[in-house]
């Protein structure tokens, strides 16, 4: 026996397995390790606490329990000449300083970039082309190019003047229920368009079993004072409130959403309600 040649072939097979392992657990991150689930009895419980509070369920709620971290990100450092060049890529628009953004105007165009990288454009366009729906925003949005396979669809509303669609980033599919590009499409044929997005950096490093969604709906039913009582989301994702800082460190949550447009969130770490 060539004992070189199956030494070589050992070395080879355990490099082969280390590499094999590791993609493994790139594509599932240590933060985001199962924890337990919830019981059939479990769920029951959580489905009849909304019916007797009143509520009507549209979605399934969530049976795992998962253990996660906090996950760090940061805002976007894009040059102002990207959204000009999104919005107005056929010509030339001069953004102006006006207070803590630059803004610009073509006919009845308008774009906003603020310091911290929000940005709002508004279009007045023909009203008997209006189209208040979906695939109008989904339209709109691939003509810009802003419908990456990061973003994906996430709650509409309605109102007197028109709908809006929402769409939010997500990472490692977790939905980051901070972030939007939201759509305002108008009765008379106005368009609007807010984005906020930000940068994943990536997981921190130590892992905590976040709380049940059958907790958060036990939370959610003594807190929530919604006028939609249609529960379409019941979902974990990410959140922050808003601050003025490049660099934020965001939460675990549970968000449930109506079909109002309405949101609830709950911190999945500590239980507690989060402020909007």
């Given amino acids: 026996m060539d004992l070189s040649r199956v030494k070589t072939i050992l070395i080879c097979f355990f490099l082969c397995l280390n590499l094999f392992l590791g993609y493994k657990l790139w594509l599932n991150p240590q933060s985001l390790r199962q924890g337990s689930m919830l019981s059939r009895e479990e769920i029951a419980l959580a489905e009849n606490l909304l019916v007797e509070n009143g509520f009507e369920l549209l979605t399934t709620i969530p049976k795992q329990i998962p253990q996660l971290a906090l996950l760090h990100v940061s805002r976007p450092q894009e040059d102002v000449s990207f959204w000009v060049n999104t919005f107005f890529p056929d010509s030339e628009v001069a953004m102006m300083p006006a207070g803590r953004k630059l803004a610009g105007w073509r006919g009845n165009e308008y774009l906003e970039v603020t310091e911290d990288g929000r940005?709002?454009?508004?279009?007045?366009?023909?009203?008997?082309?209006?189209?208040?729906?979906?695939?109008?925003?989904?339209?709109?949005?691939?003509?810009?190019?802003?419908?990456?396979?990061?973003?994906?669809?996430?709650?509409?509303?309605?109102?007197?003047?028109?709908?809006?669609?929402?769409?939010?980033?997500?990472?490692?599919?977790?939905?980051?229920?901070?972030?939007?590009?939201?759509?305002?499409?108008?009765?008379?044929?106005?368009?609007?368009?807010?984005?906020?997005?930000v940068t994943p950096q990536g997981f921190g490093d130590r892992l905590v079993t976040v709380v049940s969604a059958l907790s958060a709906l036990e939370t959610f039913v003594e807190e929530a004072d919604f006028t939609n009582k249609k529960i379409v989301d019941i979902s974990l994702g990410y959140y922050s409130g808003t601050y003025d800082a490049s660099r934020l460190e965001t939460a675990p949550v549970w968000r449930i959403a109506a079909a109002g447009g309405e949101t609830f969130y709950i911190n999945a770490f500590t239980g507690e309600v989060e402020p909007k």
Avoid: H
Wanted: proline share 3%.
């Fill in 119 to 197: 940005v709002c454009y508004r279009n007045v366009m023909d009203p008997e082309t209006a189209e208040l729906s979906w695939a109008q925003a989904e339209r709109l949005l691939r003509n810009w190019d802003l419908l990456t396979g990061e973003i994906k669809m996430d709650l509409a509303r309605t109102t007197e003047t028109g709908s809006y669609f929402r769409y939010v980033q997500t990472y490692q599919g977790f939905p980051l229920f901070f972030t939007y590009i939201e759509v305002f499409l108008a009765e008379n044929g106005a368009v609007e368009v807010q984005i906020d997005r």
